[in-house]
């Protein structure tokens, strides 16, 4: 079937501005366009068990974990339900105001191999995402597939772009089930790249098989602050690794650096160019 | 003046009995003021903020905010060693003893739940060829009170052992090394379990069971001896 090349229109800095909503660079990376808008971060809202609920229905495996079928008492559902609501938090409102390329996958070993001319991973295979790298290392690659293309577009996302991408609309946390269909987790190594459903806006991999660099410096708390700090002793990891499961392969997990090494890769971001007409 | 010193000696023994010391050759990692030689996990699916902190002297492991726990590392990695700790543990609350913990928390873990199966070797986020279970845990186990742990960790293929208040629980000689990337040193951590998600989202369960609200865990005299 013959490729449709779609051109949209954005307001960028004032004037129009025309994108395709899919690219492919000179190494092959394949992109595709994300719009501007709105994601609200760090809506916290955990839920809590109330007197209705029972744990003696639970399969056998999980009893050990749920206290041997003790439910609580009352006095510990009060607290519960105390610190629950004492520590539930709206999020914040982040905007994003221009719209960008997002990879649709992480960084493969092949593509590292391109522009570095070397393989750090511990995993080997071409199409396996690179890993074993740290945040530094990252902004040299960046920095070099700058030169090669001659601009200055590539970057790392921000973690509010990320998050934004990989909620691709949701204003909700993902779905058990569907973290299941699109996410590798639970495996002895990194898998290849878009082997399991994309999300969406076509993003593969956002949750699981390597953690990915995002530009912003860690803050140590459970979630991004309005503004990420100005310096710090790590940068913030997300979408969690294969070696990750349900719990923290989220949307929401706002992790920080140094992770295991072997499950920390990255995406990388190239910037609407103003000439882009 | 002989009746005093009596006192005396009857008062430091009394103590001693009652906070019983590293052994001799372990090297502590724990100064009984603040947490210099751990760091928290930021990568854990247990939590990445943890809520640990030094108090009266100890450890103590609890969650902050609401269902997220989280896992205390120690900065230096281990191979062979034997661990000494002293535990108190709240009931109802899921925690353990990691060893070779890699940064995220991949480990052979000691659990530490009560009721439940404190003592047993289990696998935290990953498979273990061969868990083992102590059995006879309830002759030395103290109720309430601090009970100390001895581990030895030995061998790239690690065998390990457990002794609890000095009593044998059990030896473990795994058939193969079951860490990721073939790993053969790791950290020392303490966990608390998380109970709850971000959000209430669909599929989810929850875990209220595995920490119960404002319970902790509580550990002192935590000493290694590299072998």
């Known amino acids: ?277 | 003046m002989t009746k005093a010193i009596n006192v005396l000696i009857f008062f430091s023994v009394a103590l001693s009995c009652a906070r019983a010391q590293v052994p001799s050759g372990f090297k502590s990692l724990f100064n009984g003021k603040d947490l210099e030689q751990w760091h928290t996990s930021r990568t854990s699916h247990q939590g990445t903020v943890g809520n640990f902190y030094v108090e009266d002297g100890v450890i103590t492991l609890k969650q902050n905010p609401y269902g997220q726990g989280g896992i205390l590392l120690t900065n230096k990695k281990f191979k062979d060693f034997e661990l000494y700790v002293e535990v108190k543990i709240d009931s109802f609350c899921n925690g353990g003893i990691f060893l070779r913990s890699t940064e995220t928390g991949q480990a052979y873990q000691i659990e530490l739940a009560m009721p439940g199966g404190t003592g047993s070797l289990l696998g935290e986020a990953m498979q273990i060829s061969q868990g083992a279970e102590a059995k006879d845990i309830a002759k030395a186990w103290k109720a309430n009170d601090w009970n100390s742990f001895r581990v030895r960790m030995v061998g790239e293929v690690p065998k390990i052992s457990l002794w609890v208040n000095g009593v044998f629980m059990w030896e473990v000689k795994q058939p193969k090394n079951d860490f990721t990337a073939g790993a053969i040193e790791g950290m020392i951590g303490l966990q608390s379990h998380w109970t709850a998600l971000y959000q209430a989202i669909p599929g989810g369960f929850n875990m209220p069971g595995a920490w119960r609200p404002g319970a902790a865990h509580r550990f002192r005299n935590i000493a290694v001896k590299e072998l």
């Open chain 1, 1 to 277: 079937m013959k490729a449709r090349i779609l051109l949209i229109c954005f307001l960028l800095g004032g004037e129009w501005v025309m994108a395709q909503t899919k690219i492919t660079n000179t190494v092959g990376m394949e992109f595709v366009l994300i719009d501007a808008g709105t994601v609200v971060i760090g809506e916290f809202k955990p839920p809590y068990p109330v007197p209705a609920d029972t744990v003696k229905s639970l399969p056998h495996d999980y009893m050990m974990y749920m206290g041997q079928g003790r439910g609580y008492n009352e006095k510990e559902f009060k607290l519960a339900r105390e610190m629950a609501t004492r520590d539930s938090k709206e999020g914040h409102v982040f905007q994003i105001s221009r719209p960008y390329y997002m990879a649709t996958t992480e960084v493969t070993q092949a593509q590292w191999k391109k522009v570095m001319g070397y393989n750090p991973s511990q995993f080997t295979g071409d199409s396996l995402p690179v890993e074993n790298v740290s945040w530094k290392e990252v902004q040299k690659f960046i920095k070099k597939l700058n030169t090669l293309e001659r601009h200055k577009a590539y970057r790392l996302p921000s973690e509010a772009e990320w998050e934004h991408a990989a909620r691709a609309g949701s204003k909700k946390d993902i779905p058990w089930k569907e973290i299941e269909v699109s996410a590798n987790l639970n495996k002895k190594t990194t898998v290849a790249v878009a082997s399991k459903k994309p999300n969406a806006w076509g993003l593969y991999d956002m949750l699981g098989n390597v953690w990915e660099w995002v530009d912003d410096y860690y803050n140590e708390k459970l979630f991004a602050d309005p503004e990420p700090p100005k310096k710090g002793k790590q940068h913030v990891l997300k979408g969690a690794s294969f070696v990750g499961d349900v719990k923290n392969a989220t949307y929401m997990t706002h992790a920080g650096g140094p992770g295991n090494g072997w499950d920390v890769g990255f995406r990388i971001v190239k910037g609407v160019e103003k000439n882009s007409k």
